[in-house]
Each structure stands twice: as C-alpha cells, then as structure tokens.
C-alpha cells in the first residue's frame, strides 16, 4: 500500500523555521524525483522544490531560493523541506509529491502558518 505522510507543519512567526517531512512507504522510494508543492488560498498549486532521485540534483522556486532547502534520505525513504526566513507570503498547504515515469504520488498535505 503507497502511502506518503507528511508532518512538521504548523503556526510560526516571521522570520522562523519549519522543517517538513514525507515518510514514504509501499514502493521503491529510492527510484522517484521528490518534489514539494504549495497551494494557497485562492490559489493554484505551484511547485516549491524539487531533487533527484539520488538528491544530487535540487531546484527551487525563485521566491524561495536561499530560503528552503530540500534534501532526502534514501534510507529512511524520507524527503524533507528546511524553511527559514519563513514570510506571510509562505503560507499555504505543503504537499509532498513523487514521480516515477507514469507513477505519481502525493501526500495529504500538512498546513503552514506564517503570522505574527
């Protein structure tokens, strides 16, 4: 059974940091591109960050460049997003998402709160 939970979200301040995690399990978490996604109000989903399968390769949304970072752990079939310098502007519901050739995969979404 695939299954991609999330967690690590929550209600931070200007200026501070949450680091969000996607536990994997049912599948080769190894072989999928890791991306993380964000919605907002109102809003359509845009991709936030994205790494290769082996994590060697990572790229970022331009707004967030400098500010998140996301890596993996292969053997805790694990990707992660560190977000500092966090702004209201980030608030959104994170989702966690993998890509296999036609195998997609997503999270139920873990909500981030960026307010005074």
């Known amino acids: 059974q695939v299954q991609l939970v999330e967690s690590g979200g929550g209600l931070v301040q200007p200026g501070g940091s949450l680091r969000l995690s996607c536990a994997a399990s049912?599948?080769?978490?190894?072989?999928?591109?890791g991306r993380w996604y964000r919605q907002a109000p109102g809003k359509e989903r845009e991709l936030v960050a994205d790494i290769s399968n082996g994590g060697r390769s990572t790229n970022y949304l331009s707004s967030v460049k400098g500010r998140f970072t996301i890596s993996r752990d292969n053997a805790k079939n694990t990707v992660y997003l560190q977000m500092n310098s966090l702004k209201p502007e980030d608030t959104a519901v994170y989702y966690c998402?993998?890509?296999?050739?036609?195998?997609?995969?997503w999270g139920q979404g873990t909500q981030v709160t960026v307010s005074s």
């Open positions: 998402n993998v890509v296999f050739y036609a195998n997609n995969y």
């Open positions: 049912g599948f080769t978490f190894s072989n999928y591109y």
